[in-house]
C-alpha cells in the first residue's frame, strides 16, 4: 500500500484551498486580485510521519531540522545526533538530557528510533531554531511557521505493514500492543490457503486465534494507533479469491487477549487511515474504541466485546443523515455522486481547482493523485456573476457543496 495520506488528510488540502480562494462567492468577482495573492502563498513542506509518544509530539530530526537550515550529523557508535545551525544542539536517543549551546535541558520524552528515523520532540526543536509551533488537534497535524518556510507534519498511525509474502505471513513481533509500556508477543503464520493463524502473549498470559478456511486469502497486515494512545490494533486486508472484493478485519489487544472489532468490512483496493478512520472511496469507517461505525453512525462489522450502553445503542435503529444536495441553473446533484455523473448533469465545470498543474505537482510530491478536488459552476449575466456553486470532492465522489446565488 503507499504511504497514503493517512495522517495529513484535509490540513494539507486547506493550503490548496487557500490558493483556490479566488472561487468563493466574495472573491469571485476580483480573479486578478486574487491570481497576485496566490502567486505570492509559498508551498509547505509537507511530511506524513510524526508520531505522538507520550502525549508529546515526535518528527523525523533530518527532515524537519535541514528544512529549518540546520546541519544534522548522526554518530552511530554513541548513538548521538549534533545538530549546527543558528544554536548548536546534542541529543543522544532514549536520553531526556539535550545539550543546546552548552547548557542542559530535560526533555518530556527522549529522542528516539522509530522505524528507522531518528524522531525528536517538535516543539522543544522548533522553538530553539526560533519557529513558531502550532497543534491541531482536529486533523492530528503539528505545523512549523518561520518566516522563510511552513513544515506540516501529519501523524502516522501506521506502525508496520506486512504485504503477505509467497508464503503467505512468518511475522514474529515483539512491542508494547497494549500500552502498558510493556513488551509484547505477536505471533502471526499462513494468510494463504484460506486460514491465519494470531498469537498474543501479554504480561504470561497467552491467547490465539486461528481462522476457519474459506474464499478470503489474506494481503495485509498493519499495527496502526488508531487513537494516538499508544495502544495498537491489528488491521487485516483480505482479497475474496471469487470476485477479487477486499475486505477489513480490525482487532484490538486488551491485557492477555484480543478481540475482534471487527470483521469483513467492504473495502475498495485503495484505502488510507487518518486518525480513527479508515477511509476508502466513499466508504468511511469510524473506530471508537470498542469497533467501528460507518459513516452515519451505524455499528458494522462483527464486534464480540462491547459495554452494555453501547449494546443497548447498538440494538436501537439509527438514522442517517439525508444526503447534502447542490443546485445550479435548476440542476441538482448529490453527495456520493461520481465526477463522470456531475458531469454529466451539470456538464463541464467552469474551472478546476487544484488546476491540472497544481494536481500534477501533488502527484509528483505524493505518489498518488490529490484525493480532493473542488469544480466550481459560475453563471454570469450582463457582466455580473449571478450563480455560482462550488462540488468538493474527495476520492472522486461529491462530499459536500457551497452555493452563491440571488
Known amino acids: 500500500m503507499k504511504k497514503l495520506w493517512t495522517r495529513i488528510g484535509l490540513s494539507i488540502m486547506s493550503v490548496m484551498m487557500v490558493q483556490s480562494l479566488w472561487a468563493s462567492p466574495i472573491l469571485a468577482e476580483n480573479v486578478e486580485e486574487v491570481e497576485t495573492l496566490e502567486e505570492e502563498i509559498k508551498l509547505p513542506l509537507l511530511l506524513n510521519d510524526g508520531r505522538i509518544v507520550k502525549g508529546r509530539t515526535l518528527v523525523p530530526a533530518k527532515s524537519i531540522l535541514e528544512a529549518l537550515g540546520a546541519e544534522v550529523e548522526w554518530d552511530g557508535a554513541t548513538r548521538t545526533v549534533t545538530i549546527t545551525g543558528d544554536k548548536s544542539m546534542v541529543l543522544q536517543i532514549d536520553s531526556k538530557i539535550v545539550t543546546v549551546d552548552g547548557v542542559e535541558y530535560t526533555l518530556d520524552v527522549p529522542a528516539q528510533i522509530i522505524n528507522g528515523k531518528t524522531m525528536v520532540p517538535i516543539r522543544f526543536i522548533g522553538e530553539s531554531f526560533g519557529a513558531e509551533v502550532q497543534w491541531d488537534q482536529e486533523n492530528q497535524m503539528a505545523t512549523i511557521l518561520t518566516p522563510e518556510i511552513t513544515i506540516m507534519v501529519g501523524i502516522d498511525q501506521i506502525v508496520?505493514?506486512?504485504?503477505?509474502?509467497?508464503?503467505?505471513?512468518?511475522?514474529?513481533?515483539?512491542?508494547?500492543?497494549?500500552?502498558?509500556?510493556?513488551?509484547?508477543?505477536?505471533?502471526?503464520?499462513?494468510?494463504?490457503?484460506?486460514?491465519?493463524?494470531?498469537?498474543?502473549?501479554?504480561n504470561d498470559q497467552s491467547v490465539e486465534y486461528t481462522?476457519?478456511?474459506?474464499?478470503?486469502?489474506?494481503?495485509?497486515?498493519?499495527?496502526?494507533?488508531?487513537?494516538?494512545?499508544?495502544?495498537?490494533?491489528?488491521?487485516?486486508?483480505?482479497?475474496?479469491?471469487?470476485?477479487?472484493?477486499?475486505?477489513?478485519?480490525?482487532?484490538?489487544?486488551v491485557q492477555g487477549e484480543f478481540d475482534l472489532v471487527a470483521g469483513l468490512l467492504p473495502?475498495?483496493?485503495?484505502?488510507?487511515?487518518?486518525?480513527?478512520?479508515?477511509?476508502?472511496?466513499?466508504?468511511?469507517?469510524?473506530?471508537?474504541?470498542?469497533?467501528?461505525?460507518?459513516?452515519?453512525?451505524?455499528?458494522?462489522?462483527?464486534?464480540?466485546?462491547?459495554?452494555?450502553?453501547?449494546?443497548?445503542?447498538?440494538?436501537q435503529p439509527s438514522q442517517k443523515p439525508k444526503k447534502q444536495q447542490g443546485t445550479f441553473n435548476g440542476k441538482t446533484v448529490t453527495e456520493g455522486m461520481s465526477r463522470d455523473q456531475v458531469y454529466q448533469i451539470l456538464g463541464k465545470p467552469t474551472e478546476i481547482k487544484p488546476d491540472l498543474e497544481s494536481q500534477?505537482?501533488?502527484?509528483?510530491?505524493?505518489?498518488?493523485?490529490?484525493?480532493?478536488?473542488?469544480?466550481?459552476?459560475?453563471?454570469?449575466?450582463?457582466?455580473?456573476?449571478?450563480?455560482?456553486?462550488?462540488?468538493?470532492?474527495?476520492?472522486g465522489k461529491a462530499e459536500s457543496f457551497v452555493y452563491y446565488g440571488n
Open 211 to 253: 481462522s476457519e478456511p474459506d474464499s478470503i486469502v489474506s494481503q495485509k497486515m498493519m499495527l496502526t494507533d488508531l487513537h494516538n494512545n499508544g495502544k495498537l490494533q491489528l488491521l487485516e486486508v483480505q482479497k475474496n479469491v471469487n470476485d477479487g472484493d477486499y475486505y477489513l478485519d480490525a482487532y484490538t489487544f
Open 267 to 315: 473495502l475498495n483496493e485503495e484505502y488510507y487511515i487518518s486518525r480513527n478512520k479508515v477511509i476508502s472511496g466513499d466508504i468511511e469507517y469510524v473506530f471508537t474504541g470498542t469497533g467501528f461505525v460507518d459513516r452515519g453512525g451505524s455499528k458494522v462489522g462483527e464486534v464480540t466485546t462491547v459495554t452494555e450502553d453501547e449494546q443497548n445503542s447498538s440494538n
Open 360 to 395: 500534477a505537482m501533488f502527484k509528483k510530491m505524493f505518489g498518488f493523485e490529490s484525493p480532493m478536488i473542488q469544480w466550481n459552476y459560475i453563471k454570469r449575466s450582463g457582466g455580473m456573476t449571478v450563480e455560482i456553486l462550488a462540488v468538493v470532492f474527495m476520492n
Open 160 to 202: 508496520k505493514v506486512w504485504d503477505m509474502g509467497p508464503n503467505g505471513f512468518d511475522i514474529n513481533e515483539h512491542r508494547d500492543l497494549n500500552g502498558d509500556g510493556k513488551p509484547d508477543t505477536l505471533r502471526i503464520t499462513g494468510g494463504k490457503g484460506n486460514k491465519l493463524s494470531i498469537f498474543v502473549e501479554s
